[in-house]
């Protein structure tokens, strides 16, 4: 595994040349082609996931319109993100896998209050963009509990 890649391409079509850069939950990795591999408790901090003009728009579409994230179509290996391993050389840290509860935890609040303030003139559509994949995910991965608070949907039976 390489490790601290640091500028990565395209994670949906390898292009060199990108645009947008987001982050994302290590766990997040579990939903990308080719991330099973990777050990995502080992990483530290969040993953970065770059994309070229042309998937950003697709990305952004996507998220924004359809409310989805576009994670099982990118590639965990153009991503970029720092082992723990590279760390415990660096600083003899203690064994044990990293707590990503808390990063978790930090990242859907965030997300929560960029969506809050969505009509907000100063919110970035990339930030946007950002908040609804990391949500998403987090849905996915059953860290989280998606809108409704997990109940299920009730069904409008008024016909
Ligand atoms: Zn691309």
Known sequence: MYAGLKNTPCCLCGRDETHTRIAVPPRALGLMENGDPISWRDVVGTVTLRFCADDWDLVSDLAIEMDAHPLSRCNAAHVSLDLREDHEALLSAVKGETDQTELES????????????????????????????????????????????????????DD
């Open 106 to 157: 930090r990242l859907a609040a965030e997300a929560g209050e960029t969506l809050d303030a969505v009509d907000d003139p100063y919110t970035e559509e990339r930030d946007v963009v950002e908040a609804i994949v990391v949500l998403r995910a987090l849905e996915e991965l059953g860290v989280r509990e998606g809108p409704g608070g997990g109940a299920e949907t009730a069904v409008a039976d």
